[in-house]
């Protein structure tokens, strides 16, 4: 569906150099990485890297462990950009475009800019601190408003594949769709400034999904390293029952059929070490409910025919009945905490040095409810059902809707950024 691009007649002086790259990191401990990043966080790629939900536009709505962006709004205008900018180096991601719900299209523009790209009110590349791409008319746009744009490449839409290779010391950026380059659409970018990866809307609704690390839907080019060096923990595509649903960025599972049992568990496991994530039970379309069970478990727990805590290897919290579930089929459940639903936050609270996991409802502890957790044994996040459908996503990182217990990290890490 071709739709018209309209370009803005007024014109704003903004410079395309925006700050230099100087860098800090924080550094959580984790099982993957203890490395202080230093002002290496520009140069190399350990950082854990989604797009920003604190510099966004209004109308941008960024969901899925902060990896998809979603506008409903039209005639509006306005980006998120990613947490961590580059400014040396290539570099390439992925954004896939996916339906925005009720409609098979979606628009959204593609691209990188500066600090000083706006984020609302305008679109990526409207000036000189921004380069970008716009799938659906196959334009490209640098500084449009004093005329600046024209064809580029193909034109895609929902389902498509767009890769980014961003050749900061080449001063070039390129982009393929479904792994087949369509050329360089910049040789003009500049060097020595830090470039963020931005995703946006220019007056058209849009979903899209951004992959800042591997595994990617295509090869990177040759020379070209992954934008984000660690990958975020997510739900593991490979170790879920089958009625188990995954979000596109796999942060939300949800399943909608009732009298079936199963679960899916994350990416990563923790043996040691006091880590903490949150749940947000979201509702099922159709319904105003959802019941989802959570907790942790051993690589043997059951993902397929029985809940989180049937057995030995799962400890589990049931919110829609305030339930406490370990080794449940031969009697091991009982009364905890209080119950919740539908846009209630559950803080997770693992301490395998300590044998306990809590669970939070809302930022209020709930107080512990297993004191015999096994040290030295992988235990992973799990989230599924028993019997009744759910939809609940998982946040893994920072930042968390409330705060992390005193001494617990976030989950994931190891989070750096650029300023």
């Not at 475009?97 to 609302?120: F, Q």
């Not at 001063?171 to 040789?187: D, E, I, P, R, W």
């Not at 995703?199 to 595994?215: E, I, Q």
């Not at 593991?236 to 199963?262: N, T, Y």
Request: aromatic residues 12%; negative net charge; proline residues 7%.
């Amino acid at each position: 569906m071709k739709i018209p691009f309209r370009i803005a007649l007024a014109s704003l002086a903004l410079g395309v150099l925006g700050p230099s790259c100087g860098c800090a990191a924080t550094t959580e401990h984790s099982d993957e990485s203890n490395e202080a990043l230093g002002s290496a966080c520009c140069t190399t790629a350990p950082a854990l890297v989604t797009l920003d939900p604190s510099a966004r536009s209004p109308i941008v709505t960024v969901s899925d462990g902060d990896l998809t962006t979603t506008v409903t709004a039209q005639q509006k205008r306005g980006s998120t950009r990613a947490t961590l900018p580059r400014c040396s180096g290539k570099w390439y991601w992925e954004v896939t475009i996916n339906a925005v719900p009720g409609s098979p299209y979606s628009y959204p523009v593609i691209g990188v800019g500066t600090a000083d790209a706006p984020l609302d009110g305008d679109y990526i590349g409207a000036y000189a601190n921004g380069w970008a791409y716009f799938p659906a008319n196959a334009e490209r746009m640098h500084n449009a408003v004093a005329g600046g744009w024209g064809p580029y490449g193909q034109s895609a839409g929902v389902g498509d594949t767009i890769g980014v290779a961003l050749d900061i010391d080449a001063h070039t950026l390129t982009f393929y769709k479904n792994g087949v380059s369509m050329g360089a659409a910049y040789k003009d970018l500049p060097s020595g400034v830090a470039l963020y990866p931005m995703v946006g809307a220019a007056d058209m609704y849009l979903s899209a999904t951004t992959r800042f690390s591997a595994p990617f839907a295509y090869a990177p080019p040759a020379g070209f390293s992954a934008y984000g060096g660690v990958a975020p923990t997510t739900w593991d595509e490979a170790h879920k029952g089958a009625m188990i649903s995954l979000s596109p960025a796999k942060a939300g599972a949800s399943d909608v059929q009732q009298q079936v049992r199963g679960a899916t568990r994350a990416t990563r496991s923790k043996s040691s070490g006091k880590w903490y994530w949150e749940i947000t039970i979201e509702s099922v379309p159709g319904s105003p409910y959802s019941y989802p069970v959570m907790g942790v478990g051993t690589a043997a727990a059951p993902l397929q025919g029985d809940y989180i805590g049937a057995y030995a290897n799962g400890w589990a919290y049931f919110p829609a009945n305030a339930e406490w579930m370990h080794d449940a089929v031969a009697g091991g459940w009982g009364p905890y905490g209080q119950s919740a639903g539908v846009g209630d936050v559950i803080g997770v609270a693992l301490d395998i040095d300590d044998h306990t996991l809590a669970f939070y409802k809302n930022g209020v502890s709930m107080g512990v409810a297993y004191r015999d957790i096994p040290s030295g044994t992988p235990l992973h996040p799990m989230l599924g059902c028993a019997d009744m459908y759910f939809t609940a996503s998982a946040r893994f990182a920072a930042p968390f809707k409330y705060p992390a217990p005193v001494g617990f990290a976030a989950f994931d890490g190891t989070v750096a950024s650029c300023h």
